[in-house]
């Protein structure tokens, strides 16, 4: 365990569905993440929020919509997605942003499926 | 651009020693981590880096060159446990992470 919990685990949604993704970090973290990881590729930034607000957006499509409601909840909402789509999907968190040894601590990820 | 290179894969026998290397490019540095990454689990941090030289940390140890651009993360007396993903990431000057694509180690009895 390690203080960051994401649900659901795993994920099949069509292509004209709308699903979220929940992610609740026990740590008392002020930074939030979201990652894809696909198959043997590096993890990829989607989006980080330090203190509820969003610091950084790398160039992601609009079918995804991320929500920080406080520093302990992240959520990414999900819309009209494509099968490349189809990743898994971390969410992590650390002590803050802006300083080098800010370790990440990750959830289990959500396994996502596009059909 | 930014590049983290890292083996895609490597083998070694239970007891033995092995090393992952780790090389990089990227704009700006403020520290190199590692992380084990099981199946179907989330990565766990190992180690990090940010001075040149040798981290022990157990059977772990993680070593740095920044004039190189280049680490490496030692695993002695291998275990079995110790099949994983072992992922190399570099902070580069906007305190983004930079992740390699991970170097899958398999151990065999």
């Known amino acids: 365990e390690t203080g960051v919990t994401q649900t659901p685990r795993h994920l099949v949604m069509g292509m004209t569905n709308k699903k979220s993704l929940k992610c609740e970090q026990h740590l008392g973290h002020n930074a939030m993440y979201w990652y894809k990881q696909s198959a043997k590729k590096p993890l990829e930034l989607m989006f980080v929020y330090s203190l509820e607000e969003r610091v950084e957006n790398n160039s992601v499509p609009s079918r995804f919509s991320p929500e920080c409601p406080n520093s302990s909840h992240l959520f990414l909402h999900l819309h009209t997605l494509q099968p490349e789509d189809s990743a898994l999907y971390l969410c992590a968190s650390s002590q803050g942003i802006g300083q080098g040894d800010y370790e990440q601590y990750f959830g289990p990820g959500t396994r996502l499926t596009v059909t | 651009g930014q590049n983290i290179d890292q083996p895609t894969e490597m083998t070694a026998t239970e007891g033995a020693i092995v090393q992952i290397n780790c090389t990089y490019q990227t704009s700006g540095f403020n520290g190199l981590f590692w992380y084990q990454q099981h199946a179907g689990e989330a990565p766990t941090f190992l180690s990090y880096?940010?001075l040149d030289g040798l981290e022990e940390k157990g059977r772990f140890s993680s070593f740095l060159s920044r004039s190189k651009g280049y680490s490496y993360l030692l695993l002695k007396e291998l275990q079995m446990k110790d099949s994983a993903s072992y992922l190399c990431a570099v902070m580069d000057s906007n305190y983004q992470l930079i992740w390699g694509a991970g170097t899958k180690l398999i151990i065999k009895p």
């Open positions: 880096n940010v």
